[in-house]
């Protein structure tokens, strides 16, 4: 086994023995200090975070019960280990209970004091990849993930951290490719059940008869091929979050079951007759109107209101086109990363036309257009060419369209296109004239002169 090296206070009252057992644990390439009371240990240990402090129970001022309680309280990363010339089972407990790593009894033998050391270094080793690993987990999952500066995305920032530290109940409404698994993450990462399972299920991929098994479990034989017991995803989430995707395309009986578990928080696996009980968070999300299936007949009334206490609407990438270029910034950084590349940035032509174009595929297209480019371009700087096709076609095929207005000279032929796009710009930005100006890369005052001219103002347009 490789040994782990630290940094080490031994503590001791006896010269010998505490420059004895320091020598040997240097020998193994440890970095050891020595101290020989209570009051020289906790100046030192106040003075640099070690791993591990080995202090005898007995010292001249204070017993290493002091110290251990001072660690305990004050360096609780820091693993302590007592050594006493008198082991008892009942101090040996006292040491355990007060937060001792463990407990020795002088004299001790070289291999049972590094084997020791070495499981103490591995805890504290597992503990800062934990530690490492759940930033990882917020960095990826948590609501800084979500990219967008666009006033309706900053009201989707609000709502999430009001109801992320809740149990309410949130279905999340949006397009396909709009975001909604990141958005139900970041829910999860934001509340208390963060440390809990997050378990996703993708109701449209599955077959009703297998959807409610995956839902609930089944007992052996409850079905042809259940040949054993299956836990479900109800209970494989307990404690944490359970994220729903496309909840409207549950079938009349599974909406039965899921009213029961959200009003009840039990159900009974598929063929069986125990109840379990569940504490899961629900999130649900969705592409259809919910509200027209209802009137439809086709989603219980009384299930959507259940589902729908808190909604949180996930805008399409065409309605919050200044968003593009930041998401367009972090996902170069992203896939840099991934392929070793080095692309700068979008030039402006390819900007702008990424802004015009409709996103039918929302930001899950706009991420598989940016790694296409990347992927394929031959400079540092992706341009227009760099884009797909359809892309650009359309793109042409919207300026064209919006410019046939006028009396056919080119000054007012670009009259309509620029006013739609202002227009655009400021639904988009709310009506935010700083965040319009920088995303048509033009200054406010020109922008209060182009409003003014095309006699554009909120108030009108609001009551319109």
Not at 106 to 117: C, G, R, S, T, Y
Not at 215 to 237: E, I, P, R, S, Y
Request: hydrophobic share 40%; with cysteine; aromatic share 6%.
């Amino acid at each position: 086994m490789m040994n782990i090296q630290g940094n080490l206070l031994v503590v001791d009252d006896d010269r010998h023995i505490c420059e004895a057992m320091a020598d040997y644990l240097r020998s193994l390439g440890h970095r050891t200090e020595t101290a020989m009371n209570c009051k020289d240990a906790l100046s030192r240990i106040r003075e640099y975070n070690f791993d591990v402090v080995l202090t005898d129970v007995c010292l001249p001022d204070q017993d290493g019960f002091h110290v251990l309680e001072w660690v305990a309280q004050n360096k609780p990363e820091t693993s302590v280990i007592l050594l006493t010339g008198y082991g008892t089972i009942e101090s040996a407990v006292e040491a355990i209970q007060g937060g001792a790593f463990d407990y020795l009894t002088k004299p001790v033998i070289d291999d049972e004091l590094n084997l020791a050391i070495q499981r103490a270094l591995g805890q504290k080793r597992i503990v800062e990849e934990n530690k490492k690993l759940k930033k990882q987990l917020d960095q990826k999952f948590g609501i800084s993930n979500i990219i967008g500066r666009d006033y309706k995305m900053s009201r989707m920032f609000d709502l999430i951290e009001s109801v992320s530290d809740t149990r309410t109940t949130v279905l999340i409404l949006g397009e396909n490719g709009t975001g909604k698994t990141i958005t139900a993450r970041a829910i999860h990462q934001l509340s208390s059940r963060r440390e809990q399972p997050f378990v996703e299920v993708a109701c449209g991929a599955l077959p009703d008869s297998l959807l409610e098994s995956e839902l609930f479990g089944h007992v052996a034989g409850a079905f042809t091929g259940a040949n054993h017991d299956k836990m479900g995803k109800f209970l494989q989430a307990d404690g944490g979050t359970l994220f729903l995707d496309e909840i409207g395309t549950a079938s009349p009986s599974l909406q039965v079951k899921l009213l029961r578990v959200l009003q009840d928080r039990e159900f009974e696996p598929v063929g069986g007759t125990k109840t379990h009980k569940v504490d899961v968070r629900l999130v649900l999300a969705t592409n259809e109107n919910l509200e027209e299936r209802v009137r439809r007949g086709e989603f219980r009334q009384d299930l959507f209101y259940r589902i729908n206490v808190v909604s949180v609407t996930q805008p399409p990438l065409r309605e919050r086109i200044g968003d593009i270029p930041l998401l367009v910034e972090h996902y170069v950084h992203e896939f840099n990363q991934q392929t070793g590349k080095r692309i700068r940035a979008f030039d402006d032509t390819a900007l702008h036309l990424m802004q015009r174009y409709g996103w039918p595929g929302n930001v899950r297209e706009l991420v598989n257009v940016i790694e296409r480019a990347i992927v394929l371009s031959k400079s540092d700087i992706i341009t227009p060419s760099d884009l797909p096709e359809h892309m650009r076609i359309e793109a042409r095929e919207n300026v064209s369209l919006s410019g046939r207005f006028g009396s056919g000279t080119l000054k007012s032929a670009l009259v309509h296109p620029e006013r739609q796009l202002i227009l655009e710009a400021l639904e988009s930005n709310g009506w935010n004239r700083q965040e319009t100006a920088r995303t048509l890369g033009i200054n406010r005052t020109t922008l209060y002169k182009k409003m003014k001219r095309f006699e554009i103002d909120f108030e009108h347009h609001v009551q319109l």
